[in-house]
């Protein structure tokens, strides 16, 4: 696929390490959207950014007047504001069983890669939470067999929520294997990381983890 610059005079704060800045980088690739990306260092954040967002947290993206700091709010704004291609659904069923996917792998996924990215277990927890996570993305693989994309026939949002997931599990050590019913989660995972979007995307510390 092409990407096609859409001029823009938006900022992006960015934590080069993190799965949230990663999945905002990720619609800004898709769209095509001409973005000054600032890598912040989480531990040397610049003073401007406090200025910006009461909470000083990454990601932030700054769009003339308008600062967001929350990372699916700035992926749904994205794709309001350039509707082409499309990542949620047209119809509003569909688009709240796409919050609701993305709710999910907030729940059972990212919190995990979260503790696991500040190293804030304890190695028998860390043993633990990387067994569960690996258990539970293998058990999604077969969705995989019906549908080119997460349960869907296109590209969308929630793909760019299990993206960065996907890419990081090499750095914490979880290997998905190569059994019979994994296939279609790794297919599904090559597929993606070969798409154009994905590559553009990437931070210099996430060119690093694969």
């Not at 597929?191 to 154009?196: C, E, I, K, P, V």
Request: with cysteine; glycine share 2%; aromatic share 10%.
């Amino acid at each position: 696929m092409g990407v096609v610059t859409k001029r823009s005079s938006m900022t992006f704060y960015s934590d080069g390490s993190s799965q949230y800045s990663h999945r905002v980088r990720i619609v800004l690739a898709e769209k095509g959207v001409t973005v000054e990306t600032v890598d912040v260092d989480p531990d040397k954040k610049p003073e401007d950014l406090a200025s910006l967002n009461p909470y000083n947290s990454l990601p932030t993206l700054v769009d003339r007047d308008l600062v967001l700091y929350e990372a699916n709010i700035m992926m749904e704004y994205l794709d309001e504001r350039f509707p082409h291609p499309p990542l949620f659904p047209v119809y509003p069923v569909a688009r709240a069983q796409s919050r609701l996917w993305m709710y999910r792998i907030q729940r059972d996924w990212c919190t995990v890669i979260d503790m696991l990215m500040a190293k804030k277990l304890n190695p028998a927890e860390a043993e633990k939470a990387r067994k569960e996570l690996r258990e539970s993305l293998i058990s999604i693989a077969p969705i995989f067999t019906e549908k080119p994309f997460f349960m869907s026939d296109e590209f969308t949002i929630v793909d760019c929520c299990v993206i960065p997931i996907l890419w990081r599990l090499p750095v914490l050590g979880i290997d998905l294997g190569g059994s019979k019913s994994v296939q279609p989660l790794l297919e599904y995972r090559a597929r993606l990381f070969s798409r154009d979007s994905i590559r553009i995307s990437l931070s210099e510390q996430e060119k690093e983890m694969i």
